[in-house]
């Protein structure tokens, strides 16, 4: 245990004793000094007698400020809305700011959520079922309707003045967006922009009309990208009328980027690699089995066309040394060029006109390294058993497995990203597969063609 770990754990403790011992005073004044990161950590490590005890000393604000930082898929989260009064829990999620109420009523049942609702302010629950409208992983999924818009007639100090007001509920004031008589989106500023102008200054004069916006319906990962690109704290999010309809904020693009890589990791390697630590051991099982099955199917085929080298096996056993050596090899290189690939569609470096011209890099790529350990390999056993021929075998099949995995482990993501699939499904294990299918076809043909050179030399 680290330093800080250390003492947010001698904090937790003083802080539970209080609550233990009802000392609602102390309670306050400590909880409520600590980082909402680290209320609701407290929050979370607390048995469920604890925790009701605790709704009666924080007030629904209180405790809405620290469900704000909950991740919105953690298990408990139906469970903990459960056992709140269904008015203090509305009541807390009337003070959340909009996308996070959102998230986390999205993991309730639907009569649980218009239960909820309305005991809510009719305004604040419609803007609530807007956002649970749109599909999770899409713009209008992942925004907030918790924004700074002005008309773009106000003056600067007009604009000063509403935001003092408005600052309070609003997720982010880093950006206000500025619209026009129609309530179309036509510009942005900053809110250093805005505090350096003249207070008679009318905003439609020094806005920026230079937009960047998304739409409600983009995915999530092409608004990382917007992100990414552009360096935002919060891009606008419009509709197809170019109304603005919400905001993204970056920390709202943290969690998409934490959620593709976790997805993309998953694909690669053929598993959930977010499974809770919580998850017995059947549970694990059956979240791995149905890949681990898929595979075996897949991996019979090899084992039936091994099986059809029977006879070449037969007259020359030495062969089936390096049946593991080469398909191992080959496997491995396939991965390593479907990373590559799965990280370049990631992160939209490659482009449609590139298609040809990647895949003529790593079949070019894949011949240099295919060459080199060919080679390698072709010493190797030549020295090893005193055979050159054998070593020669072994070395072209090495290099023809390579080159076709490592053509392989770029096209078949490069290819389902084209028709519309995700490419993190072409995982390693199933690319590994595939090269242990097309290196033993490989490897076997070129030794049926030399078997009479190294058979009893």
């Not at 001698?10 to 004793?17: A, G, Q, W």
């Not at 003249?198 to 990962?221: F, G």
């Amino acid at each position: 245990m680290d330093e800080n770990e250390k003492k947010h754990s001698e904090k937790y403790d003083e802080i539970k004793t209080y609550l233990d011992n009802d000392d609602q005073i102390k309670f306050r004044k400590n909880y409520l000094d600590m980082h909402f990161y680290d209320q609701s950590n407290f929050y979370l490590s607390l048995s469920k007698d604890e925790r009701l005890k605790l709704y009666t000393i924080l007030k629904p604000n209180e405790m809405g400020d620290m469900f704000d930082t909950i991740e919105d898929d953690l298990p408990k989260i139906p469970e903990l809305l459960d056992e709140m009064d269904v008015k203090y829990a509305s009541e807390m999620l009337n003070y959340m700011y909009d996308d996070n109420a959102a998230d986390v009523l999205e993991h309730m049942d639907k009569s649980h959520v218009d239960q909820f609702l309305s005991e809510m302010p009719k305004n604040d629950a419609n803007n609530l079922r807007g956002l649970l409208h749109y599909d999770t992983e899409t713009a209008g999924g992942i925004m907030t309707t918790d924004y700074v818009q002005f008309d773009q007639n106000l003056t600067a100090g007009e604009a000063i003045k509403l935001l003092r007001k408005m600052a309070e509920t609003a997720e982010t004031i880093y950006y206000l967006y500025i619209l026009d008589e129609n309530e179309d989106l036509v510009g942005v500023m900053s809110l250093r922009d805005l505090i350096l102008q003249k207070s008679k200054t009318i905003l439609k004069t020094v806005m920026n009309t230079d937009l960047i916006t998304v739409n409600v319906d983009d995915e999530q990962a092409e608004v990382a990208q917007v992100f990414r690109d552009y360096e935002f704290l919060a891009c606008p999010v419009v509709d197809h009328s170019n109304k603005l309809v919400g905001i993204v904020t970056v920390d709202d693009v943290i969690e998409v980027i934490d959620d593709e890589a976790q997805q993309d990791y998953s694909g690669l390697a053929g598993v959930d690699v977010d499974e809770s630590i919580n998850d017995n051991a059947f549970k694990a099982a059956s979240k791995r089995l149905p890949w681990l099955i898929t595979l075996l199917l897949l991996s019979m085929i090899t084992a039936t066309l091994v099986n059809k080298y029977e006879n070449l096996l037969a007259q020359a056993s030495i062969l089936a040394v390096f049946i593991s050596t080469i398909t191992g090899t080959a496997g491995n290189a396939g991965t390593q060029s479907l990373a590559v690939a799965v990280r370049r569609l990631a992160t939209d470096e490659i482009d449609r006109s590139d298609f040809f011209k990647l895949l003529g890099k790593e079949l070019l790529t894949g011949v240099l390294t295919g060459v080199v350990t060919g080679l390698s390999i072709f010493v190797i056993v030549g020295i090893w058993k005193n055979n050159f021929v054998l070593g020669l075998v072994i070395g072209l099949a090495m290099c023809a497995a390579i080159t076709v995995a490592n053509v392989a482990g770029s096209f078949i993501p490069m290819l389902m990203s084209r028709l519309g699939f995700d490419p993190a499904v072409a995982s390693g294990p199933f690319i590994s597969t595939l090269s242990d299918l097309t290196s033993v076809l490989i490897y076997f043909s070129i030794a049926g063609i030399f078997l009479q050179y190294f058979v009893g030399t």
